[in-house]
């Protein structure tokens, strides 16, 4: 498998040149890294030639990497039942700068390309319908990106009085609290073995 696999980068390498930024061949499938205005013609290659045949789309997701220049990485996996190869397909962009849409090339691609833009702010030029996919079209925010809030920005209530779901800011109705995690048996008068809090509790109780 490995070794068609690594024949099979080695003529991407040949056809696509410098649009091919990176392979890598691991785990039985082929990953490429290429540029970003180059996906619809990448995704075309690796569904028409006839050595490849990628015919089948079987995601496109999102990866969040807040702390590069370019945060985001776009993830098209693609499945060649003809040659029981998979292929993995990955594009750098910003918050700012769109990914051409293969929605033209793949139909199935719009869904997918719908939920990374809800769920990460990831934006597709071309794209024929591009709306929130999961989320409420008043939502604020992308809720997988690593800088969302855990609690996010609002929530959803029911007015009484105006008879209809409204958005309020979001009440934490419990105070922190700290947690022991090392000493999960805090009723016990003497220390358990590999209990480190228990066992330094104890040493500071004697006289």
């Known amino acids: 498998m490995d070794e068609a696999l690594n024949k099979l ?6 056809r696509l040149r410098t649009k091919l930024l990176a392979s890598e061949v691991a785990l039985g499938e082929l990953t490429i890294e290429v540029q970003r205005d180059a996906i619809p013609g990448v995704i075309q290659l690796l569904r028409d030639d006839q050595l490849c045949r990628f015919r089948c789309l079987i995601d496109i997701c999102g990866v969040d990497y807040p702390e590069r220049e370019q945060r985001f990485e776009i993830v098209y996996h693609l499945l060649s039942p003809w040659l029981n ?5 990955c594009a750098k962009t910003d918050a700012a700068t769109p990914v051409p849409s293969i929605v033209s090339l793949f139909p199935a691609a719009d869904w997918f390309e719908r ?30 990106r690593k800088d969302f809030p855990l609690t996010g920005f609002v929530e ?3 007015d009484d009085e105006l008879k209809r779901v409204v958005y309020e800011p979001v009440k934490l ?26 066992e ?6 004697k006289p």
């Open 173 to 198: 109705m419990q105070d922190y609290r700290g947690f022991d995690f090392l000493s999960p048996w805090e009723g016990m008068d003497s220390a358990i073995p590999g209990d480190k809090a228990g």
């Open 85 to 89: 190869h998979r292929i993995r397909v």
């Open 9 to 14: 980068a080695a003529f991407l390498g040949d």
């Open 115 to 144: 939920e990374a833009y809800d769920l990460y702010g990831i934006l597709f030029a071309s794209h024929p319908d591009l709306r929130r996919l999961l989320t409420d079209y008043g939502f604020q925010g992308h809720p997988l």
């Open 156 to 158: 959803l209530g029911y």
């Open 200 to 205: 330094a509790r104890d040493r500071d109780a």
